[in-house]
């Protein structure tokens, strides 16, 4: 079997209606069971060196879980088969991968055990490239939320650009090259806008650029579900084995990433709001406190 055929034929099984099939092949399921089994082997090793961190680990071990739950719906459940022909799933399986399994990961810290995982050469390889300037400045660039909030903006418009959409659907290295780009891009934006232990003053920020990120992506989808045209004429060839019209589908498709994407962008947004408001009220406790053992101290 040729590198063309392997990836058109992980495209094309049980894509054609209801009794569409689990899509077990190797360039999707190899990547899924390496990165399981490096997060779990690094977990181990954390574990056993360090009892205390077990709790800590556990909790970020059970959101890893449930973002590779949600990757695996995306991308070996009949969703992703029947995305193949019909959009609205193509659209829930985008959603999985850039508004669910993303945050999910990126919550579950998954960069310690991972390299954890690997050999001692490899960890010190990668320490030894953490210190190469070029690579510091590229990474110090991306991470940033302006330029992750805009390149998971482009990846997220330039892939439904008809003519490319359509192209990623009949070639299959294109198809994963526009599934990694969501994701990678995804990985990105949740990095540089969920708090860490050093980052909880950058909560104003991220709940501007989660604001923004809902705002377009919600008036693409609101596109979708007003066009009186189909954008996709290939992706909804098989929406009428359930009951749906070509442009039905692309509406449906239009509200996924419209609402439900939406309100995931807009409540991790309430919620780092939340999270800033209670900062910005310890800040003042402290100013005031401050100020009152000042006057204490002066008093006579």
Not at 220 to 232: D, E, K, N, Q
Request: with cysteine.
């Amino acid at each position: 079997m040729s590198f063309d055929s392997l990836f058109s034929t992980s495209l094309c099984y049980g894509a054609l209606g209801p009794e569409a099939g689990w899509t077990f092949m190797v360039p999707i399921v190899f990547p899924l069971v390496a990165f399981a089994s490096l997060y779990i082997v690094g977990t181990v090793r954390i574990w056993r060196r360090s009892r205390r961190a077990r709790l800590l680990r556990f909790r970020k071990a059970l959101l890893f879980v449930c973002g590779w739950v949600a990757l695996v719906a995306a991308l070996v459940s009949p969703i992703h088969a029947l995305g193949e022909r019909l959009f609205s799933a193509h659209m829930i399986e985008h959603e999985l991968l850039m508004a669910v399994a993303a945050p999910l990961v990126i919550a579950s810290c998954p960069a310690a055990p991972m390299i954890w995982a690997l050999p001692m050469r490899l960890r010190q390889a990668l320490r030894a490239a953490g210190h190469i300037r070029v690579l510091g400045t590229i990474w110090t660039c991306v991470s940033r939320p302006v330029a992750a909030t805009i390149l998971h903006g482009v990846a997220i418009w330039a892939w439904h650009v008809p003519a490319l959409f359509e192209a990623a659907l009949q070639q299959g290295p294109l198809h994963y090259a526009q599934h990694a780009s969501f994701f990678g891009t995804g990985l990105l934006f949740w990095r540089a806008l969920l708090p860490g232990p050093s980052r909880g003053d950058a909560c104003g920020s991220a709940v501007m650029h989660l604001f923004l990120t809902s705002l377009h992506t919600g008036l693409l989808g609101a596109l979708l579900v007003v066009s009186p045209r189909l954008w996709y004429p290939e992706n909804a060839i098989g929406s009428s084995l359930w009951g749906l019209a070509p442009l039905e589908d692309q509406q449906l498709a239009g509200l996924v990433m419209w609402i439900p994407a939406g309100l995931i962008y807009g409540g991790a947004a309430l919620f780092l709001a939340g999270l800033w408001i209670r900062a910005s009220a310890r800040v003042q406790l402290r100013v005031i406190d401050l100020g009152a053992g000042i006057s204490t101290d002066v008093s006579p």
